[in-house]
């Protein structure tokens, strides 16, 4: 053999490829298996390579002892650096370059070769390359060698090529990346890049070779990478940190170089295993992130503006278009702003992608903002919606909760917790009186429970307009309506609330505050009145019997005359207004059922009335007691124009401008509905009506209710006037036969009717029978 | 189902147009453009009317034997317009306003995003994925 002089890192370099090859530890190396994949990695062509094996002499011996193992070794370099094969060459060449193994490993010499031209590299390429030596010989050392943390025992998977190849592989990456990055160095903060990355280093060069284990450590896990990429993110190029690591880790002991590639290939294996994540944002990247975030925005709570995170995240030299993907990733709430979650999302993708990553289409499901995170979380969804109230009315989740991750992206946000909650539960709602206090009970009940606004069930209220706003009023209402049962009022309050609303929804059409309206139209007058719905179930019989009974002085039970029966009611809006006047004199509730009654028959039978006559006889006095009864409403007073001249102060009043008449009937005086000549009446309490067309409901059941509770506080009062009391409670008694008997008469003539039309129904079914029969 | 959809700023210039591609995408094209004849027309004929007074869905703005077009202002005088096929069995106007609703709001989802201009073309995934999930699934 020729004689063969190696340099001290070549001799380091083939002794650590012989031994790796010389797996049965013979000290000669067969020409297939290892060797010959080695010497496929060299990426020479064949014929090359059998003239290497025939110039060392391998083909003479059958088998590569480690001489020929090494003049194949330097035959390979100088084959690679392009000199023809020359035995001669062998000792003559001088600053060959190491033969280059493509499979991994010697790319990333070659690499490194070109990187770091200094002395460096000769560490590097002995820190490196002892790994498979260093690997084969813990694998005789005991584990005792292994000292450094993290690394727990020997190498389980020596043999196979792949984990001394992946560590290879992702260095390259790396310094890669720190040479980039270290052409781009970007305003930042110097001081606590270094921190971190010092940091983060030591742990890692300290349980191995400086690079060797951080490659280890990267291989398999996407953190690494991006650690490395972001400290150079913005600023301070870590390769300054870097190289002052390597001569370190350099003088380090082989003892530990050895070590240190078990602990790589366990680190690879650990981390291949781990994988799975590769989006985990690891806890020093966060800690960063959040330091990051302080400097934007020295509150961990609060948000960071849209324009400050565009600043930042230009820094990062990435193209508008991916930032601007990475932002619709990350932004989760859609608001414009970011929280320290969506930060910290949205800087590990930017990190990611600086790596070579792939942006995702969604976010992962690590990255995505979650309630628990480090601070207050309570209070982190409380200023989202707030804030994304304010800057898009509709499209904000302010529950950032992992479980809807593609949801919360399209849809609206609402804003309080009670609005929220309230549309949590659409519900259908028709606008009857009853069913919403039934659903404004519910709603508030509902109120307490703020779970999940979640989005989707948010997203509903805008699409279907006016259920929504339904809910909303209807949730505005329960905030309004303390006691739910004051119906006119909660009445009047629906129109109010849900006009407001309208205007707080992003409406698309404009159509919608009129489709409100249209919506929650009053309802029909002669519908029981809400204000009354309590009333409404008095019948009718107790209403009559506190109508005789409304003489005596407590007649406060009987404040709410009962609705008007719904038959006569349709017929006659108007017939009220006229037997307001017939049934007036200081009736109480009677007056509120008789109404009805009246209307049917009143137009005709006013005119029978006896108390008719009395009025006239009274006009004398309508003129004093007229003022009187035109202020408020006095009881005593009231009663005493009602008594005396009621029925004059209703003449009276008709001769009066009709604002005047209104007046009093607004002011809801008993005296009002006194029993002028019915025309009169009507036809003033027509204007009455006309001048109060607002109240939609039953404005006569309410001025005759009214006025009939106006007037009944103040029978007390006429006690003391005993024989004008009796007089009025005659007459009130017998208006109240007289309507009484004119109800009954027509409730006969209806059941005649019924009865006429059953008869006539029989008689077809019987002529109809026979055929069936046949 | 759409066959076209459009987003054109205020300025009557596209930010975003998107075709089934089976079809001859110049013809669409050109529809749209003229279509904003019509929606000026619209939008111009309330008068003095306030913004909020008018309508931002516009309805039909005008058929052809072959196709419908749909046009929707925001506040903001963008525009979105609608081509639908007439062989599809009519769409009701409902879901033609929950598609502008859906385009609306992904509209603002972009406008969200500090990295863009308006005035740029769009270039959201999202915004494309919502526009692909309107348009006729004819590939």
Redesign the interface.
């Known amino acids: 053999m020729e004689s063969l002089t190696l340099s001290d890192v070549e001799q380091k370099y083939y002794s650590d490829l012989f031994v790796y090859c010389d797996t049965d530890n013979t000290k000669k190396v067969a020409s297939s298996g290892k060797v010959v994949e080695l010497f496929r990695a060299a990426q020479l062509p064949s014929e090359v390579l059998l003239q290497i094996t025939e110039l060392c002499g391998a083909t003479r011996l059958g088998h590569f002892g480690r001489s020929q193992f090494y003049i194949a070794l330097k035959l390979i370099a100088i084959a690679q650096s392009g000199l023809p094969l020359r035995v001669e060459s062998l000792n003559s060449v001088k600053d060959l370059p190491l033969p280059r193994f493509v499979v991994g490993k010697n790319e990333q010499e070659a690499k490194h070769a070109a990187m770091y031209p200094d002395s460096e590299n000769q560490g590097l390429y002995s820190g490196i390359f002892p790994r498979p030596p260093g690997r084969v010989q813990t694998k005789k050392a005991s584990a005792h060698e292994v000292i450094q943390p993290g690394v727990s025992s020997a190498d389980p998977q020596p043999d196979s090529t792949s984990p001394v190849v992946s560590p290879h592989h992702s260095p390259p990456t790396s310094p890669h990346a720190w040479r980039k990055h270290k052409r781009q160095p970007s305003g930042g903060n110097v001081d606590r890049q270094p921190a971190v990355a010092t940091a983060v280093w030591p742990p890692s060069f300290r349980e191995a070779q400086g690079p060797v284990s951080g490659d280890g450590m990267w291989a398999g896990h996407s953190s690494p990478p991006l650690q490395e990429s972001w400290v150079s993110f913005t600023d301070t190029p870590p390769s300054s940190t870097l190289p002052q690591m390597h001569p370190s880790s350099v003088q380090e002991s082989t003892t530990i170089r050895t070590v240190a590639s078990a602990a790589t290939t366990n680190e690879i294996q650990r981390q291949s295993s781990a994988y799975d994540d590769p989006w985990k944002i690891t806890d020093e990247q966060r800690q960063y992130y959040i330091n990051q975030f302080k400097t934007i925005q020295p509150d961990l709570t609060g948000f960071i503006p ?2 400050a ?2 600043e930042f ?1 230009t820094k990062s030299k990435l193209p ?2 991916e ?3 990475i ?2 990733l990350s ?1 989760f709430d ?3 702003a970011l929280t320290l979650d969506e930060f910290c999302a949205a800087f590990h993708l930017v990190v990611a992608r600086k790596n070579g990553y792939d942006l995702p ?1 969604k976010l992962p499901e690590s990255l995505m903002p979650k309630l628990i995170d480090l601070d207050d979380s309570a209070e982190v969804p409380e200023p989202a919606p707030d804030v994304g109230f304010s ?2 009315p ?2 904000v989740t302010p529950n950032k909760s992992p479980s809807m991750p593609s949801l919360s ?2 849809w ?1 946000e609402l804003n309080q917790s009670n609005e929220d909650t309230a549309i949590v539960h659409p519900v259908p709602i028709r606008m009857t009186p009853s069913k919403i206090h039934m659903q404004e009970m519910e709603l508030k009940r509902t109120g307490s429970d703020h779970t999940h606004p979640t989005s989707p069930l948010m997203a509903k209220p ?2 279907l307009s006016e259920e929504n706003k339904l809910p909303s009023s209807i949730k505005l209402l329960s905030n309004t309506v303390g006691d739910g049962y004051s119906s006119s009022d909660s009445f009047t309050s629906d129109q109010e609330p849900i006009s407001s609303v309208v205007t707080r929804q992003r ?5 919608s505050p009129e489709g409100l309206k249209a919506v929650a139209p009053p309802p029909p007058p002669p519908r029981p009145h809400a204000s009354h719905s309590r009333s409404s179930s008095l019948d009718m019989n107790r209403s009559f019997a506190a109508g005789p009974s409304a003489a005596q002085p407590q007649t406060g039970v009987v404040a709410f005359p009962p609705a008007v029966p719904p038959r006569p009611l349709p017929t006659q809006i108007s017939c009220p207004l006229s037997t307001q006047g017939v049934g007036a004199h200081g009736h109480r509730s009677g007056e509120g059922d008789s109404l009805p009654p009246h209307c049917s028959t009143s137009p005709q039978q006013i005119p029978e009335q006896p108390n008719f006559a009395d009025f006239s006889q009274f006009q004398a006095f309508t003129e004093q007691p007229s003022e009187d009864g035109e202020k408020g409403v006095d009881g005593a007073q009231v009663e005493k124009a009602v008594e005396a001249a009621g029925p004059l102060r209703a003449v009276k009043s008709d001769g009066q401008s009709d604002e005047r008449s209104s007046a009093v009937v607004n002011s809801a005086k008993g005296s009002t509905p006194l029993a002028p000549p019915p025309k009169p009446v009507r036809r003033r309490l027509k204007s009455e009506d006309e001048l109060r067309p607002e109240v939609d409901e039953h404005p006569q059941k309410s001025n005759v209710i009214a006025t009939v509770i106006a007037t009944q506080p103040s029978i007390p009062r006429s006690v003391g006037k005993d024989k004008k009391a009796i007089q009025a409670s005659i007459r009130r008694n017998k208006e109240t036969n007289t309507v009484l008997a004119r109800l009954n008469s027509e409730l006969q003539q209806q059941l005649k009717d019924l009865l006429e039309e059953r008869i006539s129904l029989e008689v077809q079914l019987e002529q109809l029978r026979p055929f069936s029969h046949l | 189902m759409a066959v076209c959809v459009a987003v054109i700023a205020k300025e009557n210039y596209p930010l975003y147009i998107r075709s089934v591609p089976t079809q001859n995408e110049l013809k669409f094209h050109y529809t749209v453009h003229t279509s904003l004849d019509v929606v000026e027309e619209k939008v111009s004929a309330v008068g003095k009317a306030l913004a909020d007074q008018r309508e931002l869905y516009l309805g039909l703005l005008y058929p052809t034997e072959d196709y419908k077009v749909y046009g929707y202002v925001t506040n903001s005088k963008v525009k979105f317009v609608i081509v639908v096929d007439s062989s599809n069995t009519s769409l009701r106007d409902n879901e033609i306003r929950s598609m502008f609703r859906k385009l609306h709001n992904s509209f603002t989802d972009v406008m969200c995003n500090p990295f863009y201009n308006p005035g740029d073309a769009i270039q959201s995934r999202a915004f494309d994925s919502v526009v692909s999930g309107m348009m006729v699934q004819a590939c």
């Open positions: 849209g324009s995170a565009k995240f508008i278009l930032l601007s993907h932002w619709e932004d859609k608001d414009g289409e800057s898009s509709v499209e992206q399209n609206p805008p699409e409406s698309h059409s404009g159509a």
